[in-house]
């Protein structure tokens, strides 16, 4: 059993697991690795199987395979996924959910601001996956089992926005495969520290756990320490002291945003990981100050919103989109910022 080292991550790292592997006997007979597999891995249907391969997620001598391929004596094959295998018991509870779309194949939904996506490191419970257990009609069931909604990515416990769960054993592979390509859309909406200097950018820092602290990660700009990792941002509102910005994720790392934001010196705004938590642009004053405290107490999280979601249909094949309005702490934090300039012009360089 796997159990996530940190049930905050913003998103899977993006790298291939194996959760089943077979070296075939001298004396086995030409059979299609479908057949073979479904015949011999309890619980997994042939479909599921085909979908695997669809998706390149069988491997044969260490190359992408589909259904049809004749397995021969001594191959090697290995069934990969891009997250690791878990186990985690999961017990369904009565939580409200903000479901945002649902069908036969996915559940989208938008997700408050903490509550924990995944069981696990001491939150075996109150978890937006016991909540979708419940909603599913489900009784104690195993993480990963095929008939309950199966997490392809996740966002932070206090980050709020759209999350979507495949449904079905072929949903969890060609949604998997899509956040391993990075063709997901995902825009999100962050307010930070200190006047951006730049209407648009973009940060291409790899990304990293930091050595020095376990719970927290880091950018680095050279060499091949960390993953690769590319975050565009685009400002949507200035506030002299803090900006609104929206972001789009080119790849997802665990953290990516919250690390390559505090890397150009800007963190979020009330991040307690990344120094957001704390005045990082403005006057010395003691009114300031207050003030600061005060939107830190209507949203007492960091300042990121998944805005937007966009992703083809693992079943129908068509482009979809989803967007989710910002929470009402966000919002509200916003409209201080917003009668604080319009009363103090706040000096940009402060």
């Known amino acids: 059993m796997h159990v996530a080292d940190n049930p905050e991550w913003e998103e899977e790292v993006q790298e291939l697991y194996e959760h089943y592997g077979f070296i075939i006997d001298k004396g086995q007979s030409l059979i299609r690795i479908d057949k073979y597999l479904s015949a011999h891995i309890e619980g997994i249907s042939r479909s599921r199987i085909q979908a695997a391969a669809e998706a390149d997620y069988i491997l044969v001598n260490g190359k992408a395979v589909k259904s049809s391929y004749q397995v021969k004596p001594l191959d090697q094959i290995s069934i990969v996924m891009p997250f690791r295998r878990r186990g985690v018991e999961i017990k ?12 036969d194949d996915v559940l989208v939904i938008n ?21 979708v257990a419940w909603h599913l009609g489900m009784r104690n069931v195993v993480d990963g089992d095929g008939r309950m909604g199966v997490l392809v990515h996740r966002i932070d416990k206090n980050t709020s926005g759209l999350l979507v769960l495949a449904k079905t054993e072929e949903a969890q592979f060609r949604l998997s495969k899509q956040f391993f ?3 997901i859309e995902r825009q999100y909406v962050a307010l930070v520290w ?35 990792a590319v975050t565009h941002y685009q400002v949507v509102e200035r506030f002299g002291y803090v900006t609104l910005i929206s972001c789009r994720l080119e790849t997802g790392r665990t953290h990516q945003i919250r690390v ?20 990082r642009k403005g006057p010395l004053y003691a009114k300031f100050a207050a003030f600061v405290e005060n939107c830190f107490q209507v949203m007492p999280r960091h300042a ?31 409209e ?4 604080y300039t319009k009363n103090v012009d706040p000096d940009p360089f402060a």
């Open 92 to 103: 369904p509870e009565n939580i409200p959910l903000h479901v945002v779309y649902e069908d």
């Open 111 to 131: 997700k408050p601001a903490g509550l924990v996506v995944h069981p696990g490191h001491g939150n075996y419970s109150g978890t937006l996956i016991n909540a």
């Open 336 to 339: 201080r910022w917003r009668r």
């Open 181 to 183: 390509d990075h063709t």
């Open 304 to 334: 990121l919103h998944a805005e937007s979601l966009g992703f083809i249909h693992p079943k129908t094949k068509e482009k979809i989109l989803f967007t989710a309005p910002l929470p009402l702490d966000f919002e509200q934090v916003l």
């Open 260 to 279: 390559h934001l505090d890397a150009i010196g800007h963190p979020l705004f009330n991040d307690d990981r990344y120094g957001g938590d704390r005045i």
């Open 194 to 228: 200190g006047n951006i200097p730049i209407d648009c950018g973009m940060v291409n820092y790899n990304i990293g756990r930091d050595p020095n602290d376990r719970l927290r990660f880091k950018s680095f700009s050279q060499g091949t320490q960390g993953r690769h």
